[in-house]
């Protein structure tokens, strides 16, 4: 039975009604006293995409264009504006298809643990350049486990630095414990990142559009 | 600083005092209460950030806890184990996050370690395969999981319990803070108030002060004005009218005795021998001789005459009123009597003198400088003439004075020699036209000059003790001769002109008394004349004047109507007769009629007879007749002649007196 359905973008937590009270009643006071600190200012982002430091596990074996085949197991579902498909209308992914994508080791600050983790997995760039994600396409729409949303703009995953985690740091399968099978997290300082609720775990599917 | 400009600042201090006092308490309130809302602020967003997670993510383990559960009450029923084992991951997944939202190793992530290492000490996996075991296991699981779920909401409870108590205690905190701001502003609002007021004093002292200051100051410049006036005028030494001072005194004293047509005496003092004691014993010394003269002198002179210094040893004495020059030389002699008495300076004693020059103003003249120059050559001729002497200016002065003394000197020769002698005036009864009795009067038989008439030297011999001399001849020789008459006429009387110096003198009553002895006539015989003008001016007389009446003397009130007597005074004065004035009887106003009337009534009311002098023409005597006078005197009924020419016989006299009246 599921529960009753959660507006996109709440995270993966229901923010109790005595909170939003609360929270309603300080951000007035904020207002009141007017001394809210700004933001730090929208940084303008270097046009040139930065290096973030990975380290090579494994090369990559499939290419873009390449077929994907069908996986034993599915971990990772694609679908929408893609041309490469392998199940109909959409892209299943199991964990060796995953691997072929290359595999390369990451590190971050991961906000809801609070501290330092490293992951294994794939550019989420790289993975939808294989899946052959189409011109068109301006968003991809990510779904856990648990019916958990999230929403990302193309243009921020080609900016880069959001990577999909497919395993622990010692090359082992992700634990739905520590957020897995797949998950998205995001490099350190990548504005996309910001909100600990973009940090989707347990993914199921991809959908572009 | 005048008092409205004082009183300006005044008013601006305060006014800014309290402006200051209201703005920093407006601005302490308002600091005060933004400080408070923001620590408040602050405080509450620290709490919330603490708290937000920590709720969040105990609420959704429970949400999964129970998400867990039903999946296992459905296992078996449409859900697979491997949903469960999902589920299990994602409760798992909300056990991580919740944990490191605690501080590590407090009681709430030890609990929810806890609770973790219990759901993976659970055999799970037997689910996955349909045993005997499964529903057990099943059932287990399910128990578990509502127990986690139990102590999870537990943990909500208990942390959303704390979170409370955290805000209230905050908004209390806030609560005690804004108290403590109003007690802080009221404490602000006093504070402000009482340097307001304490200003008000001060500047209300400070008011007082500057009008003390300056009282003080006018009061100061006024004496030290008063203390320059006064050394501007006054030499340093002596303390006495330095020379400038002196001129201007002189000079006042002048004008004023030209408008009262009275005069003024200079004497200029030269100090003799000073220059020797300057040199022999130093100038220390000849200023303490200086001292020493000056008050010596001062000491002398009446409170209104003036002695200053000119300078060096000369000083001057102003006499102002001269009453008579006499005066003068007296005042010198005394002057250079009391210089020449020995001084002591420092252990030894000094001995000077002084040469006095004395002048003093010929009519109307007001030229004090050469007032001063006149008594300077006079003491100079002073010195000339052997020092410790005085000499006077003024060549008629002198003259005067020398005459004087010339004149006192003959006067009492003439007493001696005889030179003098009476003569007679009958005075007339006006009823009967009999002689009543005589006046006698004084004449002066005196070499080389003839015969003399009393005012050229009574009024000298007035001016001393001479005057009783001769008053005393005088009664010897009137009452002589009366009793020569009275073997004639025993009714006769004699009337004998007193002095007033010799009815103020004590011995008057005693030579009164002595003559009518020596004579061997009763008093009742003798009428003693006495001028108005002294009988009120002398009271100390009166006295004499009623142990005379006492004796049976008879008391006439000479020359009256020349007096400042009032009418009604004359019933006090101890008299018989008045005898009212010549200037009177001969005088053509129509007044005098009226006032001889006057006084004849008085008189009469008050028990006096009446003597009319000076007549000298018949319509004198007719309207004294008229006005019932009682008796007459004069040229017209009989010249004042030698005892000889009114014998041998009273009878013959009055004969001749009727003559006359026809």
Redesign the interface.
Known sequence: ?R?PHRPAGTG?????P??VV??VA?AM??A??G?QAARPGLAATPASVPAFESVAISPAVLTAGDPVPLPASTVLTVRGLISVTNDGDSLQLGTDTLDQLGVLGVGMYEP????HMSFQGVWLADLLRIAGVEESATHVRLVA??DYEVDLSLADVQVGGIFLATKTESGAPL??????PTRIVFMDHVKAGENAGQWI??LKELELS | MTRSAHQESFWRRRGAAILVSVVVTTMLGILGL?VQ??V??GQ??AD?AVA?PR???L??TQ?ECL?LL?ALT?LGDGTTSTAV??Q???L??????SI?TFPAGSAEATELIGIQTSLAGFPWDRLDQPTALTEVTRRGGMELVKQTERRVKALYDKQ?KFYYAA?VHSIEAKHRSETALVVLVVLALTLGGTWVVMLQHRTRNDVARAYEALVEEVKERQSLQDVLAHQAAHDPLTELANRTSLLELLSAALHRGQRAESLVGVLFIDLDHFKAVNDTLGHRAGDDVLRVAAARMRDLVRAGDTVGRLGGDEFVIVVEPLNNPGDLVELAARVIAILSEPMPIGDRTVVIGASVGIAVNPDGATDANQLLHHADVAAYRAKAAGRGRAEVFDEALRRELDGRADLEAAIVTGLAGGEFLLHYQPVVELSSGAVSGYEALIRWQRPGHGLVAPDTFIPTAEQSNLICEIDRWVLAEALHQLARWMRVDPKITMAVNISGRHLASVSIVADVARALRRADVSAAHLILEITETVLVNEPASTARLRALRELGVGISIDDFGTGYTSIGQLQHLHADILKIDRSFIGSPTPGAHALVELMINAAHSFGLRVVAEGVERADQLTPLIEMTCDSAQGYYLARPQPAAAFSPAASTLSASLSDLQR
Do not use: Y
Request: net charge positive.
């Open positions: 039975m529960f993966h937590r229901r923010t109790p005595r909170m609360v929270a300080i006071l904020a009141c006293s001394g809801w643990v609070k501290k486990l648990d634990p739905i414990e520590e957020g897995g775990w347990s | 933004a809302s923001s408040l602020l509450m967003t919330l937000q709720a969040t993510g609420s959704n949400r998400r039903q459905d084992a999902v299990r991951g994602l798992g997944r909300q056990i991580n996050i490191p959303e805000t």
